[in-house]
């Protein structure tokens, strides 16, 4: 499809495994963000890729969580030593460039549900 | 610190009358907003987006109101659809770091026949 596209759609883990993410960005956006959203809040920023490069990981919680983005295009979210408190929706978004034109305008992905038992 | 609140959980409307939904931020540099709708197991998408600037913007049955010294804006649905039913979210960002969004917990609409 032309959307965002994220796998898996679930995923149930238990504490201590490792887990990865995957999302495949609308083609030609070069902007990628990862969105963390737990139940009952809003979506809380991970990380922040601009090409290849992550911009902005300010948002990770802590260095059991890692991203990347190899060629630009298809972005893999990392973590390692899995906990309780890291269940929630992962979602990743695309969008162009970020700049003022189209700030904010982000496209999401239907999120990966990730549950650490 | 919750920088952008939506103070209600869920409002129901009935069908062809307004809604408004409602949302405060705490943070005076914060320039961008937008609201967001998301269905269930769904991404959000995007709906519709205002400057600090300016104090409305409207497309369609959807008008967005900042009013910037009350650090509030508003969304209102005229005529609200049973297809509205959704829960929105209240978003905003800063230009120093326009890609980040600070989000609100988001209001729950619930359109009545």
């Known amino acids: 499809g032309a959307g965002v596209s994220q796998t898996p759609s679930n995923k149930v883990t238990e504490k201590g495994k490792y887990v990865e993410l995957r999302c495949d960005p609308i083609?030609?956006?070069?902007?990628l963000y990862w969105y963390r959203q737990s139940l009952g809040q809003g979506p809380e920023f991970l990380i922040y890729f601009q090409g290849t490069g992550a911009a902005d990981d300010s948002g990770l919680p802590n260095d059991r969580f890692f991203a990347v983005r190899p060629e630009g295009s298809v972005s893999t979210l990392k973590i390692q030593r899995t906990e309780r408190g890291d269940s929630a929706v992962y979602l990743c978004a695309s969008s162009l460039p970020a700049g003022r034109s189209s700030a904010g305008e982000l496209f999401f992905g239907e999120g990966s549900r990730l549950t650490v038992l | 610190d919750q920088q952008v609140k939506q103070n209600s959980p869920s409002l129901s409307v009935q069908e062809g009358r307004i809604s408004i939904l409602n949302c405060d931020y705490t943070n005076s540099m914060f320039d961008y907003f937008l609201w967001y709708k998301k269905y269930p197991a769904e991404g959000p998408t995007f709906l519709i987006s205002?400057?600090?600037i300016k104090d409305k913007n409207e497309d369609g049955r959807f008008t967005v109101f900042l009013n910037k010294s009350a650090k509030h804006l508003s969304l209102h649905i005229v005529p609200s659809q049973p297809g509205d039913s959704a829960v929105y979210f209240c978003a905003a960002s800063y230009m120093d770091s326009n890609y980040q969004l600070i989000w609100g917990a988001g209001t729950k609409l619930i359109i009545k026949p």
């Open positions: 083609s030609g956006h070069t902007a």
């Open positions: 205002i400057s600090s």
